[in-house]
């Protein structure tokens, strides 16, 4: 079966959880789980949410925390949004792909084995509440149906967020 029909496969599957799921939080274990198993050059699947500071008390600069995700821990639970590749993908707006993270100065290092990353961001009525991130073993691992695929399950979060808000 040629790649690109097992990730469609795979992105319709994900759709049909999105309507069962009883919450965001199984929906993004779920897509982390199915991504993780299914497509061996995804080693580390895993979401972060936007937590919005609260600048008026003076306290806490907006950050990404690290919600459901498949792989080793990371030391990067709060990443800044001027930070990371993470970071950079949430501040933007834009999905970032790196081809050779330890050439992208950016980059903030979760395993030594990992070469390369896609973020893309979930957005709540066009505002970024958080990301989908994906490292890789293998250098330049995401071609354009890996984005494809991404972006559609950021884009299952999202719509699924929009109706039922993380209180
Ligand atoms: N590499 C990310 C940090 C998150 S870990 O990879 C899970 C970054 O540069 O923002």
């Not at 079966?1 to 599957?13: H, I, N, V, W, Y």
Request: glycine fraction near 8%.
């Amino acid at each position: 079966m040629p790649a690109e029909t097992s990730k469609q496969d795979l992105a319709r599957e994900l759709e049909h959880r999105a309507v069962s799921s009883p919450s965001a939080e199984h929906l993004m274990t779920a897509i982390a789980s199915r991504l993780a198993q299914q497509l061996p050059h995804y080693n580390w699947v895993g979401f972060y949410l936007l937590e919005k500071g609260a600048p008026e008390k003076g306290t806490k600069q907006p950050a990404l925390v690290l919600g459901p995700y498949v792989g080793a821990p990371t030391p990067h639970t709060r990443i800044a949004l001027d930070q990371g590749i993470c970071g950079a993908a949430a501040s933007s707006g834009q999905t970032v792909v790196v081809d050779d993270v330890h050439a992208d100065p950016r980059y903030l290092s979760c395993s030594i084995e990992t070469k390369s990353e896609i973020v893309a961001p979930i957005f709540v009525q066009g505002q970024v509440v958080g990301e989908l991130d994906i490292d890789s073993h293998s250098p330049a691992a995401f071609g354009p149906d890996d984005r494809q695929l991404v972006e559609h399950c950021a884009r299952l979060v999202g719509r699924y967020l929009e109706k039922a808000p993380i209180r």
